[in-house]
DNA sequence: GGATAATTTGCAACTAAGTTGCACTAGAGT
DNA sequence: ACTCTAGTGCAACTTAGTTGCAAATTATCC
């Protein structure tokens, strides 16, 4: 994992940005969280490492961290945003509706076949697609 | 369409609530456009028709109405609530990024095997799902 | 048809997520 | 250590949505 926390710095560094504390953390935080998280999980992550940043500096980073693309955004149903580390697979999501956990799947089912189709039959030029399952998860059942 | 129009107003009639203007014109803006809309979409649809209604009162009646189970909720993952009559089939939706149009489609192919296999794996209770395409429609490429 | 009681509506004030402008601070290279 | 630019924090703002309360309107009963 420390690895990939080197890495993704060097990144950073590579494309002409400077390395601050706040930098530092949201990366390492990326690394250690896998699940998609909101700006507001990012900042109550950063103060428990005792880091006071500002909303609009993490909104700002998060940005930043999507152009170079060492994170990617998700626009969730729920009406959240949520940012994670975009060298993940393309995936699909579980979101609990009672405690608000999200867990990621992969599907072996692919969705190309559909975009295909949907080619052929709207003449809507798929880009990308966002599936999400709601329910309870195995603690909340 | 009209047929339907009284159909639904029978119903909130039966369920307690009364008639006013308002549910009126809501019922017949979502018997007219079969589209899912946003209520702000539908608070400047209600001004076309010259009924100068406020946002309180259509957030209010939405949540009416989709309790009555006239309308459903779509949470959109352009992280827009959206609102269409419940008696449509489930369907799945086409957005375009450029005019933020929406379109619905069927597809054949059925999520429910993947559910099936959710449950095995994940030990996660499906209830709902959501499935959204992004990209351009056919004015827009 | 008119009075009454309860529901519906509108207003204003509020919350939460996210954005913007500007002044201050701190990295990185010399 | 100095300097210049990038990064940060603050305050003020926007937009979607919510809440409490007073005023208006609906359905009902006579």
Redesign the interface.
Known sequence: MDRLNQKLIEKLKKSGERITPIRRALIENFCNHPKPQTPQELLTNLEKKGLMANKTTVYRQLEILVQIGIIQEI???????RYELSSKDHHHH?V??NCKKV?D?N?D?DLD???K??WK??????????????????RC?
């Open positions: 626009n969730f149903s729920d009406r959240s945003k579980l609990c509706q867990e799947i599907l089912n076949r559909q975009e189709k949907i039959k709207n003449h809507f030029k798929v880009l990308q697609h966002s599936l999400e399952f709601f329910g309870l998860c195995n059942q």
